[in-house]
């Protein structure tokens, strides 16, 4: 089992930055792909980035490539997402997910994980 807790939302003005945290629980954070997703309020959950359980793979959403960076610290047992350039379109929920996996994949889908977070609110202003 793998507990996720963001943190790191907030409201912000478009062109600024937030960095979003996620704190897993559990003695496994490294047998873990991990991936953020977003979602808007009457939409569907999308992807957004992703990471391989030792970090040697990413991957992001077309809408945010070269603004949002992808990173993990296992001795935190932490994922962050760096947010840059942010955009008022960029506003949202921000889940965190883990799956358990053996391979060097990273998962872009939202069938992909296995275990997620309650969610942390982006806003930005125009």
């Known amino acids: 089992q793998v507990q996720l807790v963001e943190s790191g939302g907030g409201l912000v003005q478009a062109g600024g930055s937030l960095k979003l945290s996620c704190a897993a629980s559990?003695?496994?954070?490294?047998?873990?792909?991990m991936g953020w997703f977003r979602q808007e309020s009457g939409k569907e959950r999308e992807f957004v980035a992703a990471?391989?359980?030792?970090?040697?793979?990413?991957s992001y959403a077309v809408s945010v490539k070269g603004r949002f960076t992808i990173s993990r610290d296992y001795a935190k047992k932490t994922v962050y997402l760096q947010m840059n350039s942010l955009k008022p379109e960029d506003t949202a929920t921000y889940y965190c997910?883990?799956?358990?996996?053996?391979?060097?994949?990273?998962?872009?889908?939202?069938?992909?994980?296995?275990?997620w977070g309650q969610g942390t609110q982006v806003t930005v202003s125009s």
């Open positions: 990471m391989s359980r030792l970090g040697t793979s990413t």
């Open positions: 559990g003695r496994t954070f490294s047998s873990h792909a």
């Open positions: 997910a883990a799956r358990y996996t053996t391979t060097g994949n990273y998962y872009i889908t939202v069938a992909g994980y296995d275990y």
